[in-house]
């Protein structure tokens, strides 16, 4: 099973740009702005829907390709790589580890990820407003109806290296950024196997995730 992915070295490349445009002063936000982050958000609902109302006519694979296709559109994978490690950190690995890192890490995340997606069913998710978010993001905040009831998702957007929006993190009930708890448990990992022990650490999940999905 293969990713359709740029070359490792442009992906490394495009998150460091990524993090020196985040240093960038904040714009304000204007309506222009407002409603195209709304459509970002608005199209990845779409898509899982329509994933979902096909599921039944899909194989398998066809399920898990869909579910990688709708999460590389909707989600800036390279600035969230960068991201997970810090910007400090990342910035003072070679290129040749950046690249390793970013392509590993997409590939966990595609592999992870797509298995909920393509279980998507009957949740609701209704777009309650978008407004400035936190460092110069734009938020989109939701409220999501599932079996286990209602939560709100704060869905935070940065333009990428295109000047295209697309996710950047998400934020649960006002207090769980899914982007802080990957850079805590990252950092942990650092911290007592060092970058190679990372990296082992996510192609191994992955080799097993992938196993379990062809």
Not at 109 to 131: C, D, F, M, P
Not at 148 to 171: C, H, Y
Request: glycine fraction near 4%.
């Amino acid at each position: 099973m293969t990713f359709s992915l740029m070359r490792p070295r442009r992906l490394a490349a495009v998150a460091l740009a990524i993090l020196t445009l985040a240093a960038a002063p904040a714009q304000a936000l204007d309506s222009q702005q407002a409603e195209q982050a709304r459509a970002v958000v608005t199209q990845l609902a779409d898509d899982l829907s329509t994933l979902a109302s096909r599921s039944a006519d899909l194989s398998r694979a066809e399920s898990v390709e869909a579910a990688r296709d709708i999460l590389r559109d909707s989600f800036d994978l390279e600035r969230i790589a960068a991201a997970t490690v810090g910007a400090s950190r990342f910035e003072k690995w070679t290129e040749d580890q950046r690249a390793d890192y970013v392509d590993a890490f997409i590939r966990y995340t595609l592999a992870s990820q797509t298995g909920a997606l393509t279980r998507y069913e009957q949740e609701k998710l209704a777009i309650e407003s978008v407004q400035e978010g936190p460092s110069g993001l734009v938020m989109v905040r939701t409220t999501y109806s599932g079996a286990d009831g209602a939560s709100t998702v704060d869905f935070m957007l940065a333009r990428n290296a295109e000047r295209r929006f697309q996710i950047v993190d998400l934020v649960v009930d006002g207090a769980v950024s899914q982007l802080q708890l990957r850079r805590a448990e990252f950092g942990s990992v650092l911290k007592s196997k060092g970058y190679d022990g990372l990296l082992a650490i996510l192609r191994e999940k992955t080799e097993k995730l992938l196993a379990k999905q062809s």
